[in-house]
């Protein structure tokens, strides 16, 4: 008789937390819980119009607790007893300044409000001029130490933020002892670590956002960033030059952390990865298929072995990594800085009058105006899609640039504002909406096409996230757009999925991820497949959106000048 094993997958997203309990024979997930920040969701520490997302280290250590003590009394005492391992997953970059203990500044009294001394959240862009800077610089150097990151460094990134960050606040630049990733902290966090030493980088955080590289036998040098600014002298000294991958062990569960949740210490905890990369894995990635996780932003994952990629370097992504996302392949990240994103402001805007002026209004009491408000905010996505999918084909209808919350790839530039073109006084809600949603899918084609013109080929589409589920009007644009099928996997969850088949890969219940994810995988369940003739007129489409995204551009740039 086989003996049932189970392994806990927890990913970290931008406004909540998911664990679940998944059986490790089978992928079949036993339990799950969600918990949704609370200081995140009050906006606190944030400031949209300067670009600063912040959100506290309690928001994620409250919901790690909560949501695997959930899974567990869920799951019952026999199954909880069988856990063997926990693997995480999160978003990225999402770094945070840490004293000599490996403690995130936040956490100590004197800086418990100070958003300079909390995580800062991946879609944070108060650091465009540093990143512009370290672009800048690294010109200056015979070593090209951006060439496995696309060759532009973004503002969405570890150097960039921590140089923001110091340079901004002299009390955090004082007591920051170094600087480290989410999914690097996390594991450190559940093992017990008490010594920065003691944090174990892993590969995918390292080789994608902090220039980490096999070819460099580490970070770059000193001289390479104390040259950028003398802030950031000797910061390379505090990282370790070896990374691991997340099918590697980061140690073992601590006593303290084992009896706050009920297990046992002789549970594994897997190095962590960021959220896109174990959700290809969840999501089942084969070589040479653009695994696209499909949430408020996209984040766009391909594997191919090493051994034929060879030299090829793709320009304008973020990053090309050995072992980031399977060990033994080249793992290569692209995505678009917006993309549900892009749909929630526009419902955001249709919603003003609503929030603002509903509950003023003498004719419905604010308990009413409250239920009115919360039924259209959850029908108007579906509704605008249900209405766009009827709008006839026209090549001269309305035309939108989708960088709302700038370009992520292919070439990252966060400065960089969206646009509608072709607006007249026919245009309405439904038109803008749909011309909103190409736009993004049209975003989605310039990365296939940027990986196809540099030498890798891209032979089909994985559709993975909440908008791929959720939203059949883009999906089947996605795929007339593109040009070719999408196959949208059947699990809602594959970042927990694929941090769970992680961790079965580091419990020793496996012997490679790809043998856990071909046991633990939960397939397919829909395939959009393009249609001719509508994928000829979006053609003729993307070539204006082309034009006119250089256009949108240059003009930006020009503007910045003068300004």
């Known amino acids: 008789m086989i003996t049932e094993n189970f392994v806990i997958g927890v ?148 150097w960039a933020k921590l140089l923001h960050v110091l340079r901004e606040d002299g009390e955090v630049r004082e007591a920051c002892h170094t600087w480290v990733e989410h999914c690097d902290w996390i594991p450190f966090l559940l093992t017990g670590g008490n010594e920065a030493s003691q944090i174990k980088r892993g590969v995918c955080s390292a080789g994608h956002k902090s220039l980490w590289s096999e070819e460099f036998h580490g970070f770059p040098p000193d001289d390479f960033f104390a040259s950028l600014d003398p802030l950031l002298a000797g910061f390379t000294s505090k990282l370790p030059s070896e990374t691991y991958t997340s099918a590697q062990p980061a140690g073992m569960l601590s006593r303290e952390w084992a009896d706050r949740l009920g297990l046992s210490t002789d549970v594994a905890i897997g190095i962590g990865a960021f959220d896109a990369h174990m959700g290809a894995v969840g999501g089942q990635i084969e070589p040479y298929f653009l695994s696209k996780v499909m949430g408020t932003s996209t984040c766009d994952m391909l594997v191919a072995p090493a051994d034929e990629v060879k030299g090829t370097l793709v320009n304008g992504i973020c990053g090309q990594v050995n072992g980031s996302i399977i060990p033994g392949m080249i793992g290569m990240e692209a995505g678009q800085s917006a993309f549900g994103d892009v749909y929630a402001w526009f419902k955001n805007v249709l919603l003003w009058p609503l929030k603002y002026m509903l509950a003023q209004a003498d004719i419905v009491d604010s308990e009413t105006a409250a239920r009115i408000i919360s039924d259209i905010e959850g029908r108007i996505i579906p509704e605008l899609s249900r209405l766009a999918e009827q709008l006839p084909q026209e090549e001269d209808a309305e035309l939108a640039i989708d960088w709302l919350n700038g370009r992520r790839t292919p070439d990252a530039n966060q400065m960089l504002k969206g646009a509608f073109l072709g607006l007249d006084l026919g245009s309405d809600a439904v038109k803008m909406f749909r011309s909103l949603v190409e736009a993004t899918c049209f975003g989605a084609k310039k990365i296939v096409d940027r990986f196809i013109e540099q030498g890798i080929p891209v032979k089909g589409l994985i559709g993975l996230g909440g908008v791929a589920k959720k939203s059949p009007f883009i999906m089947q644009m996605m795929a007339d757009v593109m040009n070719m099928p999408i196959r949208i996997h059947r699990s809602e969850q594959t970042c927990a999925i694929g941090a769970a ?17 071909a046991a633990m995988g939960q397939g397919f369940d829909a395939e959009y497949l393009p249609d001719a003739e509508r994928a000829a007129l979006y053609a003729k489409r993307y070539q204006r959106y082309i034009e006119t995204g250089s256009l949108v551009e240059e003009l930006l740039v020009k503007w910045g000048q003068e300004g």
């Open 11 to 158: 990913d970290y997203g931008t406004d909540s937390v998911r664990s679940v309990i998944v059986n490790a024979q089978t992928g079949q997930e036993v339990s799950a819980s969600v918990f949704y920040y609370p200081r995140w969701k009050e906006n606190r520490y944030c400031n949209p119009a300067k670009n600063q997302f912040r959100q506290h280290p309690l928001d994620y250590i409250e919901g790690l607790e909560q949501t695997i003590k959930k899974c567990l009394v869920q799951a019952g005492e026999e199954i909880a007893a069988k856990v063997k391992a926990i693997s995480i997953d999160t978003t990225g970059s999402t770094p945070v300044a840490v004293d000599k203990n490996g403690t995130p500044l936040a956490l100590l009294p004197e800086f418990a409000e100070n958003p300079n001394a909390m995580f800062v959240l991946w879609k944070d862009h108060t650091s465009v001029k540093e990143a512009a800077e370290i672009n800048e610089h690294a010109k200056k150097f015979g070593i090209n130490y951006l060439q496995f990151v696309g060759g532009i460094y973004s503002s969405e990134w570890f």
């Open 501 to 517: 088949m992680f961790a079965a890969t580091v419990a020793g219940l496996y012997p490679r991820v790809e043998d856990a994810m």
